[in-house]
Structures are given as structure tokens and as C-alpha cells.
């Protein structure tokens, strides 16, 4: 199993700044992908934004130009630094990672974080 912890939410006005971290706890598990995604009240979970371990980033048309995702391989950390917050960004940010364990390599497994909540006001 694989320990995911988040922090950095929180209550910010529109226009500002808010950075998340997310730390996975240190095991066998090989991170390929480190993400969030997020989920408002009353929608689906979507995608934010995905880094691999090789530096590749993909990122939510919504968040593009105001997101931004990092990650430090040596640490098993992922961040998401979130500038120029809009009411709309409201949600509980999920940290997610996608590997493998060394005894069954051919198998891709998920973890999820319990979330962190992102409050804009307006």
C-alpha cells in the first residue's frame, strides 16, 4: 500500500495563490505518474494536472497558464502551485500516483490521497 499525504489547502479570495503538496510515503512501489485531480460539489472528479517521472506534464484546459505541477523524484513529492484562483476552482484536490510494484511489473496500480480542500471566494 501506498501512504499518500496531503497538504495545503485552504480559503483563498479570488486572484490568489495556493500551493499543494503531496508526499507518498517511501516503499518498493516504482511512481511512474504523479497527478491531482479535483472534484467540486455536485460534479466529477477531473483531471488537473499529471507529471511523469520523466518530466512529461499534462494539464486541464481550465487550469492551463495559472497551474503549474513539480515533482521531486527523490523525495516522492509532487506539488501543484495554483496562481490567479477563480471562484470555479472550488473543489477537494485529490493527489493520485500510478506504478508498479516490483513483484508484478506488468501491473499498473493506482493510489489516491483523502484530498485536501480548495475554498475561492469570490
Known amino acids: 500500500q501506498v501512504q499518500l499525504v496531503e497538504s495545503g489547502g485552504g480559503l483563498v479570495p479570488a486572484g490568489g495563490s495556493l500551493r499543494l503538496s503531496c508526499a507518498a510515503s517511501?516503499?518498493?512501489?516504482?511512481?511512474?505518474?504523479m497527478g491531482w485531480y479535483r472534484q467540486a460539489p455536485g460534479k466529477q472528479r477531473e483531471l488537473v494536472a499529471t507529471v511523469t517521472s520523466g518530466g512529461s506534464t499534462i494539464y486541464a484546459d481550465s487550469v492551463k497558464g495559472r497551474f503549474t505541477i513539480s515533482r521531486d523524484n527523490a523525495k516522492n513529492t509532487v506539488l501543484l502551485q495554483l496562481n490567479s484562483l477563480k471562484p470555479e476552482d472550488t473543489a477537494v484536490y485529490y493527489c493520485?500516483?500510478?506504478?508498479?510494484?516490483?513483484?508484478?511489473?506488468?501491473?499498473?496500480?493506482?493510489?489516491w490521497g483523502q484530498g485536501t480542500l480548495v475554498t475561492v471566494s469570490s
Open positions: 517511501r516503499s518498493s512501489f516504482s511512481i511512474d505518474t
Open positions: 493520485t500516483v500510478l506504478g508498479s510494484w516490483p513483484f508484478a511489473p506488468e501491473v499498473r496500480s493506482t493510489y
